[in-house]
């Protein structure tokens, strides 16, 4: 074998062994938070409150006024039409400011109506959705649900890849105005049944997974 060859032979070698104690260091972000540390986060999981967006179904229910009363999807931009209400903002608000905001609308017509908001089929705002890129076996956005962990958010999307390295997997999330980014022990959790590597997930948070070197 010539000295060409040899030398060749050797750099890929040396690539391979740096990429492969890459995959194998430890996490380089600070663990993802849980309930009983102290964290500033931009939402308390506790004090949750479902808002509606895009793609939500809502039941609006005016009190005897059955003609006036309606199931409507909220349109990508954010807005349900109902009977003798046209283009009505309802996108990140509550249902029940929905329902107070289509009363305001309705009083022009029907001397004090009395509104009630359902949703029936749940999206929420783009904004409050857990989106999970990378390496697992269904990448989306989730709609988020009280109380969700990241065993919820996994079961959701499939698990990992068999190309996934579970344990570098890190979450993105808003702290007062700016990102932070944590480390999460995916393949701990989900394939070792270790519990003590689930963590709570909040609105808006990104779970990113990356692929194994090796």
Do not use: H
């Not at 050797?10 to 993802?32: A, D, E, K, R, W």
């Not at 309930?35 to 479902?50: F, G, I, R, S």
């Not at 009977?83 to 305001?104: F, I, N, Q, W, Y």
């Amino acid at each position: 074998m010539n000295s060409k060859i040899k030398g060749l032979i050797g750099s890929v070698m040396g690539v391979v062994f740096v990429l492969s104690t890459v995959g194998c260091s430890n996490n380089q972000y600070q663990p993802l938070p849980q309930k009983d540390q102290k964290q500033p986060v931009t939402t308390d999981a506790a004090a949750y409150n479902y808002l509606v967006g895009p793609g939500d179904e809502l039941e609006i229910f005016v009190w005897r006024n059955p003609e006036v009363s309606e199931t409507v999807t909220v349109r990508p931009d954010g807005k349900v039409t109902t009977p003798l209400v046209e283009d009505l903002e309802v996108s990140g608000l509550t249902p029940t400011e929905v329902a107070r905001k289509v009363e305001e609308a309705l009083s022009v017509f029907i001397k004090e109506p009395i509104v009630t908001v359902l949703v029936s089929e749940f999206q929420g705002p783009y904004s409050e959705q857990v989106r999970v890129i990378g390496e697992a076996s269904e990448p989306q956005a989730v709609p988020y649900r009280e109380d969700m962990s990241l065993l919820d958010i996994m079961i959701a999307v499939g698990g990992l890849t068999e190309f996934a390295d579970g344990n570098q997997a890190s979450v993105i999330r808003v702290v007062d105005g700016q990102q932070q980014q944590y480390s999460v022990r995916i393949e701990d959790l989900i394939k070792k049944g270790d519990i003590s590597a689930n963590a709570d997930i909040l609105p808006g948070d990104i779970v990113i997974i990356p692929e194994a070197w090796f």
